[in-house]
Protein backbone atom coordinates (compact mmCIF):
# COMPACT_ATOMS: atom_id res chain seq x y z
CA UNK A 1 0.00 0.00 0.00
CA UNK A 2 1.21 3.53 -1.20
CA UNK A 3 2.38 6.00 1.60
CA UNK A 4 -0.33 9.15 2.06
CA UNK A 5 1.71 11.91 0.65
CA UNK A 6 1.28 13.59 4.26
CA UNK A 7 2.49 11.15 5.98
CA UNK A 8 6.12 11.53 3.60
CA UNK A 9 6.73 15.06 4.65
CA UNK A 10 6.61 14.40 8.64
CA UNK A 11 4.94 17.20 9.31
CA UNK A 12 1.76 15.56 10.74
CA UNK A 13 1.68 13.38 13.54
CA UNK A 14 1.73 9.33 12.47
CA UNK A 15 0.04 6.58 13.28
CA UNK A 16 -2.81 5.82 15.81
CA UNK A 17 -1.62 8.56 18.45
CA UNK A 18 -1.40 11.19 15.63
CA UNK A 19 -4.97 10.15 14.27
CA UNK A 20 -6.51 9.87 17.88
CA UNK A 21 -4.94 13.99 18.27
CA UNK A 22 -7.02 14.82 15.49
CA UNK A 23 -10.33 13.70 16.38
CA UNK A 24 -9.91 15.29 19.81
CA UNK A 25 -8.90 18.44 19.19
CA UNK A 26 -11.36 18.70 15.72
CA UNK A 27 -14.19 17.20 18.31
CA UNK A 28 -13.24 20.39 20.59
CA UNK A 29 -13.63 22.69 17.85
CA UNK A 30 -16.93 21.44 16.86
CA UNK A 31 -18.28 21.81 20.46
CA UNK A 32 -16.63 24.66 21.39
CA UNK A 33 -17.72 27.02 18.38
CA UNK A 34 -21.57 26.94 18.57
CA UNK A 35 -20.97 26.95 22.29
CA UNK A 36 -19.29 30.23 22.38
CA UNK A 37 -20.90 31.96 19.71
CA UNK A 38 -24.39 31.16 21.53
CA UNK A 39 -23.57 31.62 24.77
CA UNK A 40 -22.02 35.40 23.98
CA UNK A 41 -24.79 36.35 22.27
CA UNK A 42 -23.17 37.91 19.01
CA UNK A 43 -24.71 39.50 16.30
CA UNK A 44 -25.98 37.61 13.20
CA UNK A 45 -22.81 37.66 11.06
CA UNK A 46 -20.54 36.32 14.15
CA UNK A 47 -23.20 33.62 14.14
CA UNK A 48 -22.98 32.62 10.56
CA UNK A 49 -19.06 32.28 10.27
CA UNK A 50 -19.42 29.97 13.40
CA UNK A 51 -21.90 28.23 11.58
CA UNK A 52 -19.33 28.12 8.21
CA UNK A 53 -16.49 27.01 10.82
CA UNK A 54 -18.69 24.73 12.45
CA UNK A 55 -19.60 23.00 9.28
CA UNK A 56 -15.49 23.06 8.22
CA UNK A 57 -14.85 21.27 11.33
CA UNK A 58 -17.33 18.40 11.13
CA UNK A 59 -16.33 17.82 7.79
CA UNK A 60 -12.45 17.20 8.85
CA UNK A 61 -14.13 14.85 11.83
CA UNK A 62 -15.29 12.49 9.31
CA UNK A 63 -12.43 12.58 7.69
CA UNK A 64 -10.45 11.89 10.91
CA UNK A 65 -12.42 9.52 12.07
CA UNK A 66 -11.98 7.65 8.68
CA UNK A 67 -8.27 7.82 9.42
CA UNK A 68 -8.40 6.76 12.56
CA UNK A 69 -10.70 3.85 11.51
CA UNK A 70 -8.03 3.13 8.48
CA UNK A 71 -5.22 3.33 11.47
CA UNK A 72 -7.03 1.04 13.81
CA UNK A 73 -7.61 -1.90 10.91
CA UNK A 74 -3.57 -1.65 9.80
CA UNK A 75 -2.47 -1.96 13.24
CA UNK A 76 -5.07 -5.14 13.84
CA UNK A 77 -3.87 -6.51 10.24
CA UNK A 78 -7.34 -6.45 8.45
Known amino acids: MPIP???RTGRTPGGVIGAWFNVVVCAGLV????????TQGHDLAHIAFAVFLT????T???VFIRNLRQQLARRRGR
Open 5 to 7: WME
Open 60 to 62: LEV
Open 55 to 58: AIAV
Open 31 to 38: VALPVITV
